[in-house]
């Protein structure tokens, strides 16, 4: 059968084997796992038949633990099941999996490992989750590529069904998981091939059923629970022989040459690196480029963990290997190291001329690993005494545990083009680089991949897309630091981050921008200007917002940018780029209208048409950086904050963190991004206004506010700060009104506009409004003037300050004004207990805190446990305040039964 090639990401792989074996999927999403669940879930409802010649029945359980006990049940009554999980999600089924695989239960847990929340959530993937479910009794195989998920996906199948041990087949959380990569799609006739009907017919004959009873799961006592957990170590056994068989039969159908591990390097190696997961693909990579320069260096990629085979490792470990370095994605603190760095000790005690073994642990929370750093871990294993307990990918200033990078290398296949998209949450720039490389994928000869970098401000953030197209296979599982092309999808990032960092000589940077001739040269930074004219740069612009706006696309510039990005690269013939992109717009939005196609078809051709060649001046290479006047900030918003936001967490050192060991954050920092990310905010006009505060309760981002100004006040008011007289009674005479915008930290989402009954504001582009900034400044300096009116009221409620404010939540966010305004109603007493969800990424993501405090320093203390025990972790923080304060109680009134001076008395009489 011939091979079909489709681009697709990891999680789709395992979701197309998975549907092949599976009966019934018991399924609860959780980031990153959730795509694989929704596949499930759209193939059935559209009819798509597994290998028994049904549909598979999908079950969306209301918890994680829920999912995992539907699983057992299922397996027990005789369906193949299977589920998708990961982090706390994997965590919560692990009562579970000790039961399914007691019982000898062929299921199937597809997992993209993520990290675990500890001192703070991360969605990202490690392998901490996974290491979790060592001692469960199920079988652990890893893939470290999207191509390896598709083909041991199988394998966990087959293996499961034969040997009767449930399996987990895991892989990098959004590393291999949410990375799109043009793979060979495995075919189910030929899967069909490979399956054990009998093993299957003797699963469903050992089911409950009352033609033929059985009980399972008694309870047993001492005398005898031992020897029958000893009895399945036969099936144990044979695992790994079974799985090899099954590697054999799948490298027989591919071409692609699988084993519980496979080596690749010298075959006289004398330095070996353990690894699995997505760094395999960097490390092979890097040995690649080391063996070039004449060095013994080799790689075993571990692929079955559970159960460690003794036997299949030694058969690929080169005899001559002298030094040993252990990665794991993983930390266990406390223990001697981390568990796959144990696994290898273990395996060479006792034994003689054993090689010198050290691990390192990387990665954690997908940070980046990249080949330089595991040529620090080989060059490691050069010196005298090798550190061992280190890490990589960076700076541990504090314990010393990390290796220095001393070399930077690029070992990326000669003739691989590699693209950096700069967009902004919601513009569609992700999904139209994921379109591009299906198109570039599946229409060419081109490898292709594509990874996408998010931060955690949901629809309004950055995203950084990293696409590489090539004629050879591209196992470049690592962000692109060396680029041929560059766009910037959104204008106010040229002021805010490092875009043409990596940009090589000779390379190519698009801009959308609103900014022509003389406005292009007065707005664009000077360190850009330098490095255009200096490195040769091609440079390109286009008014993508206006061309959106003019055809009624709003804020979605996708196409416009993607059509134009198809013109410069020349991957792909430009008319054959644009008749597939048009095709894909039929298949994606035909079913929205003949007008939604039309727009989104002109859009192309507006993308093609409406580029600007710039004509770089050589005036730029002398380009003088405009000075800033540095205001006065606290450290951590200078050593923690701001090099985050410009996208340099990466280079922060551990020392930064400490005394934040607890994961503990300072309240109102998000006060000192001023992202500048709307194209509109809103402009003030005074006439019309007629006080109601209704703008500034539907905010979802405090951006619009009420302010009362007294004489004193109104005296230092700014040139240009127009106020009225302030109405309300009495309470208000002698004071002045104004409603002011924060044109730095509104989103633009226009909800004031359509609350405001007096038509008192309106639309203006920022550019317009930058003046508001210091008007901004100054407004905040007037006192709060919140006892005028019931805090009860709309209007009343706004004139108490927020303590939420500019948060990263979508603009228009529906969730945001109702803890606003609870804030401004409670805030200085307030304790959260939040769920992990919507409202913890906008509530609490590192390092921008939207909660802030009074005057006074008072403010909402919020933590975040995990997801399903909120009310259970919020019920405990009541039960401890209660408790403390009755014993508060006890000593005051202790203290007023002693003959004191009732002035000292009266306060405590009062609290109490």
Same mark, same amino acid.
């Given at each position: 059968?011939?091979?079909?090639?489709?681009?697709?990401?990891?999680?789709?792989?395992?979701?197309?084997?998975?549907?092949?074996?599976?009966?019934?999927?018991?399924?609860?999403?959780?980031?990153?796992?959730?795509?694989?669940?929704?596949?499930?879930?759209?193939?059935?409802?559209?009819?798509?038949?597994?290998?028994?010649?049904?549909?598979?029945?999908?079950?969306?359980?209301?918890?994680?633990?829920?999912?995992?006990?539907?699983?057992?049940?299922?397996?027990?009554?005789?369906?193949?099941?299977?589920?998708?999980?990961?982090?706390?999600?994997?965590?919560?089924?692990?009562?579970?999996?000790?039961?399914?695989?007691?019982?000898?239960?062929?299921?199937?847990?597809?997992?993209?490992?993520?990290?675990?929340?500890?001192?703070?959530?991360?969605?990202?993937?490690?392998?901490?989750?996974?290491?979790?479910?060592?001692?469960?009794?199920?079988?652990?195989?890893?893939?470290?590529?999207?191509?390896?998920?598709?083909?041991?996906?199988?394998?966990?199948?087959?293996?499961?069904?034969?040997?009767?041990?449930?399996?987990?087949?895991?892989?990098?959380?959004?590393?291999?998981?949410?990375?799109?990569?043009?793979?060979?799609?495995?075919?189910?006739?030929?899967?069909?091939?490979?399956?054990?009907?009998?093993?299957?017919?003797?699963?469903?004959?050992?089911?409950?059923?009352?033609?033929?009873?059985?009980?399972?799961?008694?309870?047993?006592?001492?005398?005898?629970?031992?020897?029958?957990?000893?009895?399945?170590?036969?099936?144990?056994?044979?695992?790994?022989?079974?799985?090899?068989?099954?590697?054999?039969?799948?490298?027989?159908?591919?071409?692609?040459?699988?084993?519980?591990?496979?080596?690749?390097?010298?075959?006289?190696?004398?330095?070996?690196?353990?690894?699995?997961?997505?760094?395999?693909?960097?490390?092979?990579?890097?040995?690649?480029?080391?063996?070039?320069?004449?060095?013994?260096?080799?790689?075993?990629?571990?692929?079955?963990?559970?159960?460690?085979?003794?036997?299949?490792?030694?058969?690929?470990?080169?005899?001559?290997?002298?030094?040993?370095?252990?990665?794991?994605?993983?930390?266990?603190?406390?223990?001697?190291?981390?568990?796959?760095?144990?696994?290898?000790?273990?395996?060479?005690?006792?034994?003689?001329?054993?090689?010198?073994?050290?691990?390192?642990?990387?990665?954690?929370?997908?940070?980046?690993?990249?080949?330089?750093?595991?040529?620090?871990?080989?060059?490691?294993?050069?010196?005298?005494?090798?550190?061992?307990?280190?890490?990589?990918?960076?700076?541990?200033?504090?314990?010393?545990?990390?290796?220095?990078?001393?070399?930077?290398?690029?070992?990326?296949?000669?003739?691989?083009?590699?693209?950096?998209?700069?967009?902004?949450?919601?513009?569609?720039?992700?999904?139209?680089?994921?379109?591009?490389?299906?198109?570039?994928?599946?229409?060419?000869?081109?490898?292709?991949?594509?990874?996408?970098?998010?931060?955690?401000?949901?629809?309004?953030?950055?995203?950084?897309?990293?696409?590489?197209?090539?004629?050879?296979?591209?196992?470049?599982?690592?962000?692109?630091?060396?680029?041929?092309?560059?766009?910037?999808?959104?204008?106010?990032?040229?002021?805010?981050?490092?875009?043409?960092?990596?940009?090589?000589?000779?390379?190519?940077?698009?801009?959308?921008?609103?900014?022509?001739?003389?406005?292009?040269?007065?707005?664009?930074?000077?360190?850009?200007?330098?490095?255009?004219?200096?490195?040769?740069?091609?440079?390109?612009?286009?008014?993508?917002?206006?061309?959106?706006?003019?055809?009624?696309?709003?804020?979605?510039?996708?196409?416009?940018?993607?059509?134009?990005?198809?013109?410069?690269?020349?991957?792909?013939?430009?008319?054959?780029?644009?008749?597939?992109?048009?095709?894909?717009?039929?298949?994606?939005?035909?079913?929205?209208?003949?007008?939604?196609?039309?727009?989104?078809?002109?859009?192309?051709?507006?993308?093609?048409?409406?580029?600007?060649?710039?004509?770089?001046?050589?005036?730029?290479?002398?380009?003088?950086?405009? *000075?800033?006047? @540095?205001?006065?900030?606290?450290?951590?918003? !200078? $050593?923690? =904050?701001? /090099?985050?936001?410009?996208?340099? %967490?990466?280079?922060?050192?551990?020392?930064?963190?400490?005394?934040?060991?607890?994961?503990?954050?300072?309240?109102?920092?998000?006060?000192?991004?001023?992202?500048?990310?709307?194209?509109?905010?809103?402009?003030?006009?005074?006439?019309?206004?007629?006080?109601?505060?209704?703008?500034?309760?539907?905010?979802?981002?405090?951006?619009?506010?009420?302010?009362?100004?007294?004489?004193?006040?109104?005296?230092?008011?700014?040139?240009?700060?127009?106020?009225?007289?302030?109405?309300?009674?009495?309470?208000?005479?002698?004071?002045?009104?104004?409603?002011?915008?924060?044109?730095?930290?509104?989103?633009?989402?226009?909800?004031?506009?359509?609350?405001?009954?007096?038509?008192?504001?309106?639309?203006?582009?920022?550019?317009?409004?930058?003046?508001?900034? *210091?008007?901004? @400044?100054?407004?905040?300096?007037?006192?709060? !003037? $919140?006892? =005028?009116? /019931?805090?009860?009221?709309?209007? %009343?409620?706004?004139?108490?300050?927020?303590?939420?404010?500019?948060?990263?939540?979508?603009?228009?966010?529906?969730?945001?004004?109702?803890?606003?305004?609870?804030?401004?109603?409670?805030?200085?007493?307030?304790?959260?207990?939040?769920?992990?969800?919507?409202?913890?990424?906008?509530?609490?993501?590192?390092?921008?805190?939207?909660?802030?405090?009074?005057?006074?320093?008072?403010?909402?203390?919020?933590?975040?446990?995990?997801?399903?025990?909120?009310?259970?972790?919020?019920?405990?923080?009541?039960?401890?305040?209660?408790?403390?304060?009755?014993?508060?109680?006890?000593?005051?009134?202790?203290?007023?039964?002693?003959?004191?001076?009732?002035?000292?008395?009266?306060?405590?009489?009062?609290?109490?």
């Amino acid at each position: 059968m011939a091979k079909r090639m489709q681009s697709m990401d990891g999680n789709t792989a395992a979701a197309h084997v998975a549907y092949a074996f599976t009966d019934v999927a018991a399924i609860f999403p959780i980031t990153p796992s959730s795509p694989m669940a929704e596949f499930i879930d759209a193939w059935a409802a559209n009819g798509r038949k597994n290998l028994f010649g049904q549909t598979v029945k999908v079950v969306e359980m209301q918890s994680e633990g829920g999912a995992s006990g539907a699983v057992h049940g299922s397996l027990a009554a005789g369906a193949l099941t299977t589920t998708f999980t990961a982090s706390q999600g994997l965590l919560l089924m692990i009562p579970n999996m000790y039961k399914i695989a007691g019982e000898l239960l062929p299921g199937v847990f597809h997992v993209s490992a993520r990290a675990v929340a500890g001192h703070a959530l991360s969605i990202f993937g490690d392998h901490t989750d996974v290491m979790a479910t060592r001692q469960t009794g199920f079988a652990l195989l890893a893939s470290g590529g999207v191509q390896e998920v598709m083909d041991l996906a199988a394998i966990a199948h087959l293996s499961a069904i034969k040997s009767r041990i449930p399996f987990l087949h895991f892989f990098d959380g959004f590393r291999t998981s949410h990375e799109i990569q043009k793979i060979e799609v495995l075919d189910y006739e030929d899967l069909g091939k490979l399956l054990d009907i009998e093993a299957v017919k003797t699963f469903r004959r050992n089911a409950l059923n009352p033609e033929h009873p059985v009980i399972r799961g008694t309870a047993q006592n001492p005398d005898i629970y031992f020897q029958a957990k000893e009895s399945a170590n036969r099936f144990y056994e044979v695992v790994p022989d079974v799985v090899a068989e099954y590697m054999k039969e799948i490298s027989k159908l591919t071409g692609r040459e699988y084993k519980p591990f496979n080596y690749y390097g010298a075959p006289d190696a004398e330095h070996v690196i353990i690894a699995m997961g997505s760094v395999t693909d960097t490390a092979e990579e890097t040995v690649d480029y080391l063996l070039s320069k004449g060095e013994k260096v080799g790689l075993i990629k571990v692929h079955l963990y559970r159960p460690f085979s003794a036997k299949y490792f030694f058969d690929v470990l080169p005899k001559t290997v002298k030094r040993i370095a252990v990665l794991d994605r993983s930390k266990e603190p406390g223990a001697l190291g981390e568990p796959l760095y144990e696994d290898v000790k273990a395996l060479f005690y006792g034994k003689e001329n054993a090689p010198l073994i050290v691990g390192g642990r990387y990665g954690l929370g997908s940070k980046d690993t990249t080949p330089s750093q595991i040529k620090a871990v080989f060059d490691n294993l050069k010196v005298e005494n090798p550190k061992d307990h280190f890490t990589i990918g960076i700076v541990d200033d504090v314990t010393g545990t990390s290796l220095e990078v001393k070399e930077v290398i690029h070992t990326t296949p000669e003739g691989t083009i590699r693209c950096k998209f700069w967009g902004f949450g919601s513009d569609g720039t992700v999904g139209a680089n994921k379109n591009a490389i299906k198109i570039i994928g599946d229409n060419t000869d081109y490898y292709a991949q594509g990874y996408f970098a998010y931060d955690s401000k949901k629809s309004g953030g950055v995203t950084i897309s990293h696409l590489r197209f090539g004629k050879k296979p591209i196992k470049s599982t690592y962000l692109i630091d060396e680029a041929d092309f560059v766009a910037c999808h959104k204008q106010s990032y040229v002021h805010q981050y490092d875009l043409l960092k990596g940009l090589k000589k000779g390379g190519t940077f698009l801009l959308n921008t609103n900014w022509e001739g003389k406005e292009l040269e007065k707005n664009l930074p000077a360190n850009m200007k330098r490095y255009i004219a200096e490195n040769d740069i091609h440079f390109y612009t286009i008014n993508a917002t206006k061309i959106a706006k003019e055809i009624g696309l709003g804020g979605r510039i996708n196409m416009i940018m993607q059509a134009a990005f198809f013109k410069l690269i020349n991957v792909m013939d430009i008319d054959q780029a644009v008749d597939l992109l048009k095709k894909a717009v039929i298949k994606t939005y035909g079913k929205k209208g003949e007008d939604i196609v039309k727009m989104n078809h002109e859009a192309i051709d507006k993308g093609i048409s409406s580029l600007v060649k710039i004509d770089v001046p050589d005036s730029w290479k002398n380009a003088v950086d405009e *000075k800033v006047e @540095e205001k006065e900030k606290p450290e951590f918003i !200078k $050593k923690i =904050l701001e /090099p985050m936001n410009k996208q340099e %967490g990466d280079d922060l050192p551990v020392s930064a963190f400490v005394g934040r060991e607890d994961g503990s954050f300072p309240l109102g920092t998000a006060a000192y991004e001023k992202r500048g990310v709307a194209v509109e905010v809103p402009e003030w006009i005074a006439d019309k206004c007629i006080q109601c505060n209704q703008c500034s309760f539907v905010c979802p981002h405090s951006a619009i506010r009420p302010f009362l100004l007294n004489e004193e006040e109104m005296a230092k008011a700014p040139e240009g700060y127009s106020t009225k007289k302030a109405i309300g009674g009495k309470k208000f005479e002698g004071l002045q009104f104004r409603i002011q915008v924060s044109v730095l930290d509104c989103t633009g989402c226009g909800n004031c506009i359509d609350v405001c009954p007096s038509d008192a504001l309106v639309m203006k582009p920022i550019e317009t409004q930058m003046d508001e900034a *210091k008007n901004w @400044e100054f407004s905040e300096t007037i006192s709060e !003037k $919140k006892d =005028l009116l /019931p805090l009860t009221t709309v209007k %009343g409620s706004q004139f108490s300050k927020p303590l939420f404010e500019f948060s990263g939540a979508c603009a228009g966010c529906g969730e945001t004004p109702y803890i606003k305004v609870a804030t401004q109603l409670y805030g200085d007493r307030m304790i959260i207990a939040n769920a992990t969800g919507c409202s913890s990424i906008w509530g609490a993501s590192a390092p921008s805190i939207p909660y802030t405090t009074n005057a006074e320093g008072k403010g909402p203390a919020w933590a975040n446990s995990l997801f399903e025990d909120n009310a259970e972790y919020g019920f405990g923080m009541a039960i401890a305040v209660k408790h403390i304060r009755e014993r508060i109680a006890e000593l005051m009134n202790e203290l007023l039964s002693f003959d004191l001076p009732e002035d000292i008395k009266a306060p405590f009489q009062e609290w109490l």
